[in-house]
């Protein structure tokens, strides 16, 4: 199972808006609702942002939002603050398995 | 509230059995609507799933393919844990390995809690 293909980086200014995509196959991403996406910050375990294409956990801040067309998912952050520079990875269900994206690193400027 | 405490050597020898705990408290490892995880991060950055297990009135167990031939994922249910036990490792295994939660009755693949992570270097 290969991993999804996300941009290796992404940047925005603070108050601006920034949107990564995470594109795999119709035997993952585009057969499933099961597309998650998490922020990882130096030193850090990941956190989950968004789950299921589009919930927000509790606590995660209303500037994220998930969507999917097809075979590519995507996770936009709104209103860019410095703490959300970071690392981002999607994930998705595959048929019993998990295959995770290749990693976005969001630079605020 | 859910937390996840890693345990386990972060040196393996070439060849030998990397082997991890993840003791849970606040659920059950047992739990109808949970699933418990490892995942590993390389040195390079990526993240990698190897694999599951999970109670629906039977035990359930999913393996990444890369891995399949040489991991085993055990739930022990006496100390509210699960393990990790990778085998032939290679200097390639060298990773910050973590165990995670994907709750609900229904795998989501959505970990939403995460163990604080080991180093495990593969070396002579």
Known sequence: ?109 | QVQLQQSGPGLVKPSQTLSLTCAISGDSVSSNSAAWNWIRQSPSGGLEWLGRTYYRSRWYFDYAISVKSRITINPDTSKNQFSLQLNSVTPEDTAVYYCARDPGVVVKIAFDIWGQGTMVTVSS
């Open chain 1, 1 to 109: 199972q290969s991993a999804l293909t996300q941009p290796p980086s992404a940047s925005g200014s603070p108050g601006q808006s920034v949107t990564i995509s995470c594109t795999g196959t119709s035997s993952d991403v585009g057969g499933h609702n099961y597309v998650s996406w998490y922020q990882q910050h130096p030193g850090k375990a990941p956190k989950l942002m968004i789950s299921e294409v589009t919930k927000r956990p509790s606590g995660v801040p209303d500037r994220f939002s998930g969507s999917k067309s097809g075979n590519t998912a995507s996770l936009t952050v709104s209103g860019l603050q410095a703490e959300d520079e970071a690392d981002y990875y999607c994930s998705s269900y595959a048929g019993s398995i998990c295959v995770f994206g290749t990693g976005t690193k969001i630079t605020v400027l």
